[in-house]
């Protein structure tokens, strides 16, 4: 029996967006659920913005005050995609209204908010699934089975990367991103979460990393109206850049593998170029988002000149088999959407979590406020 869940967004810029397509493609993708989400109520202070969505996406009602949605005995489960610093205020406060959460990384600035909106899910015994979408690409999925069947022996070391353009144009908006009390700690926040949730799904604990980070843009134009996005502000008020443009971090796992996850948003001619090389005693296995639907594996005895092949992901793999039949067709960035809303339906209708948790979050923050303090005090650090 299928039964209706309210659904509200707070915060309608692209994120919400995202959130709000993936909900309506539930039912195409995953006929089984035994929740069909209902589109209750969305939220954001930009004037206009909300009835917008409402008449685009056919929400129920809008408004510009996320306390309404918290206060709405309509809204049963709600996306939090608003801006970073946000996301504790949010997160807590809907979890305490009893409302399930399904919330963008980093959930947050510090892991002290991560830790209390976990916290205040854990109290409310509602359910939370956080945004770490790339691990969520079924060819990730199966070079997580791949390693963990000791398909390339040993684990030796890993190489992730998150290299991004986004912010490289001098003209880009000083918006919330840019700003140490609105968007944390830049690019660690933005992209090298999902690069330390990714090192941690396929390899483990991280036991101590140490950092290097820089501000490669200095100064950008403050914004003259409301912004979504990355938009270009040409002309206006100078303001400095307070968060970094650049990480590069040294990592150790508890399995005694090494790693280098390196994070850029400022790079010219690199557009969403994400992946991660893994080695083993006996292989290795390479993956780019960019060529979502392969793996590049290596796995033999012959340890010298061993070749690699590419293998393409299939219907076997993850969910691949809800958005294609047969493989080599190609997923995109949205479908990876549309199995994290899966994940948390399923989350709810079961009462058991499924995909990336507050948990995970957490995980992942402790490891940037740990990069953080390995910059400024020039350290190795301890996660434990």
Known sequence: MVSTLGIAVVGFGWMGRVHTQAYARLPHHFPQLSLRPELVAVADEVPGRAEEAAGQYGFASATRDWRDVAADPRVQAVSVTAPNFLHREIGVAMAEAGKHVWIEKPVGLTAEDARAVADAVGKAGVQGTVGFNYRNAPAVEAARELVAAGEIGRVTHVRIRLFSDYAAHPDGALTWRYERERGGNGVLGDLASHGVDLARYLLGDIKSLTADTAIFVPERARPTGATAGHTRAA????????????????????????????????????????GFEIHGTTGAVFWDYRRMGELAVSRGSSYQDQPVSTVYVGPGHGEYGAF?????????????????????????????????????????????????????????????
């Open 235 to 274: 002309g206006g008020e100078l303001g400095a850049v307070e968060n970094d443009d650049y990480v590069n971090c040294l990592l150790r796992f508890t399995s005694g593998a090494r790693g280098v996850l390196e994070a850029c948003r400022v790079s010219v001619g690199e557009q969403n170029n994400y």
């Open 324 to 384: 294609q039949p047969g493989a080599a067709n190609s997923m995109g960035y949205d479908d990876l959407k549309v199995i994290e809303a899966y994940h948390f339906l399923r989350s709810i209708a079961e009462g058991i979590p499924y995909g990336a948790t507050p948990a995970d979050a957490v995980a992942s923050a402790v490891a940037l406020d740990a990069m953080a303090r390995s910059a400024a005090q020039r350290t190795w650090v301890s996660l434990a």
